[in-house]
């Protein structure tokens, strides 16, 4: 799966340094992972969020 957007988080990640392990550990299972479909990216994350145009939304450290 291609992640788009690292150069942003990076940044938001230098001010809310709390998150940066939930997002490394986020970004190896997805960039290894070989997900076909959005029912398959659910089973891997119940949180992810379809927002159009083939784009998903995770949510890394919510509630």
Known sequence: MFVSGKNIVEKYLDK???LRSSYL?????VEASTVN????????FLKANYVGN???AFDLKGK
């Open 16 to 18: 809310h340094s709390i």
């Open 25 to 29: 550990k986020w970004l190896l299972m």
């Open 37 to 44: 479909s959005h029912n398959e990216l659910k089973l891997l």
């Open 54 to 56: 083939e784009r998903y």
